[in-house]
Nanobody
Framework: QVQLVESGGGLVQAGGSLRLSCAAS????????MGWYRQAPGKQRELVAV???????KYADSVKGRFTISRDYDKNTVYLQMNSLKPEDTAVYYC???????????????WGQGTQVTVSS
């Protein structure tokens, strides 16, 4: 089994910054895509940012220029630096990863438990 544990959420004023972290642990042979999604009340879960393999990061248009995703491949950890936060960024942020537990099996998709980010105006 694999666990994704997020940290770093909280309450911040508009214009402020937060840094989210997500560490993967358990039976891990390799991780392909690793990234962040968010879900605001009454809305569908949406992609925020993702790094696939060792490729270039991809961002939702709404966060480009404000958010930066990065990975520490040795620590199986992904980060999301969020700057210039807006009230519309308020949501539960979920870590997501495609993990292979050994060389014989396919990648399995996992979710973290979510961390609340609230941006006040």
């Amino acid at each position: 089994q694999v666990q994704l544990v997020e940290s770093g959420g909280g309450l911040v004023q508009a214009g402020g910054s937060l840094r989210l972290s997500c560490a993967a642990s358990g039976s891990i042979f390799s991780i392909n895509a690793m990234g962040w999604y968010r879900q605001a009340p009454g809305k569908q879960r949406e992609l925020v940012a993702v790094i696939i393999g060792d490729g270039r990061p991809k961002y939702a248009d709404s966060v480009k220029g404000r958010f930066t995703i990065s990975r520490d491949y040795d620590k199986n950890t992904v980060y999301l630096q969020m700057n210039s936060l807006k009230p519309e960024d308020t949501a539960v942020y979920y870590c997501n990863a495609d993990v292979r537990s050994d060389r014989y099996n396919d990648y399995v998709n996992y979710w973290g438990q979510g961390t609340q980010v609230t941006v006040s105006s």
